[in-house]
């Protein structure tokens, strides 16, 4: 967890208000105060932010962009690239550039982040992902450097800049779209639940089931991050008997795509046996064999809204918390059908 100017404050025994005035060097407090706070900075490891000084007159025009950690994954993930150029074209049109922060590692991901924040190499944050115990969002709350988030945040909600679609209501119009089409045995297949989107798309799924009187069974829903060797167990649990899912929502279309040759396995077909349902409508919908139904996030209004956002928090124009959420949209192809 980084260190923050509250745990400066708390170790030297005084407010935070009096820690960020020794940062600037403030007549307003004593000598001997500001010999104390700056002994606990050092004793604690405490690296001041350039960015939250307020050294406004320095900007960089540039945003920075920070990806979850991963192996590289996110690179791989049209979602986060189709994010990224979102992101990079409605910050052409207000001329700042782009700077990426990614890590292998919790740890170095944060580095990656207070790196760029406290070099004064960039005006703000756009994070890409939501999860619990964050020490990235944490870093930025903290220490009050301009960030917004595209999802939904697991703390701070009402004192943050957020864009967002209903992800709940998402997951329960994919379940719903599989259930008016005669499917009552559906399976949920995604990723880590740890992400805001991947709970919340469960839920709406969960809430669809439910209302239609139908009881979630935990056995028909798969996380994709499990082993090789469990992964492979659940689906033969799943697939591997007469009776079988008939209908999937995918958390993503590459996971859809992904569930077509897997069910190929078991000799199943799209959609003459198994009708799925994915998520973002990304190029892979209309290349896979059959074309996929998506559900359109409208990304290009997400990046495009939390840049405009963000940029107007920097220049002061709007320092209230900010809650977006976009209509998302079920775009019909031909990887479902009546059961």
């Not at 139908?214 to 659940?234: F, G, H, S, W």
């Not at 959609?271 to 998520?279: E, M, N, Q």
Request: glycine share 6%.
């Amino acid at each position: 967890m980084a260190v923050t100017i509250k745990d400066v404050a708390k170790k030297a025994g005084v407010a935070t208000s009096t820690v960020s005035r020794t940062l600037q060097d403030s007549p307003s407090i004593s000598e001997k105060t500001k010999q104390n706070v700056r002994k606990v900075m050092d004793e604690i490891g405490y690296r001041p932010n350039l960015t939250a000084r307020g050294l406004v007159n320095q900007t960089t025009q540039t945003i920075g962009v920070i990806l979850p950690v991963s192996q590289g994954e996110a690179f791989q993930n049209t979602f986060f690239l189709s994010m990224l150029r979102g992101i990079s074209k409605a910050c052409n049109e207000k001329k700042h550039m782009v700077s990426i922060a990614s890590g292998t590692t919790e740890a170095e991901l944060l580095d990656s982040v207070q790196t760029m924040a406290e070099g004064g190499r960039v005006d703000g944050f756009i994070v890409l992902y939501s999860r619990k115990d964050d020490a990235v969002i944490e870093y930025l709350y903290q220490e009050q450097v301009p960030f917004a988030m595209i999802g939904k945040p697991y703390k701070y909600e009402n004192a943050m800049l957020y864009v967002d679609n209903d992800n709940v209501v998402a997951g329960k119009d994919a379940a719903n779209y599989l259930l008016q089409l005669g499917h009552e045995k559906i399976a949920f297949i995604g990723e880590d639940t740890k992400q805001m989107v991947i709970r919340e798309r469960l839920k709406g799924y969960t809430q669809a089931l439910e209302e239609a009187g139908l009881e979630m069974n935990p056995e028909m829903v798969v996380d994709i991050t499990l082993p090789e060797a469990d992964y492979r167990e659940k689906m033969r649990q799943l697939f591997d008997h007469d009776d079988f899912p008939t209908g999937i929502v995918a958390s993503d279309d590459l996971i859809a795509l992904n569930m077509i040759y897997v069910l190929s396995d078991y000799g199943l077909k799209v959609p003459a046996d198994v009708s799925i349902i994915g998520f973002n409508n990304s190029i892979f919908a209309e290349k896979a064999q059959p074309e996929l139904t998506s559900i359109d996030l409208h990304i290009d209004s997400l990046t495009s809204q939390t840049v405009y956002q963000l940029i107007q928090r920097i220049e002061a124009k709007q320092s209230l918390a900010v809650k977006m959420i976009l209509p998302h949209q079920i775009i019909e192809r031909q990887s479902c059908r009546r059961k």
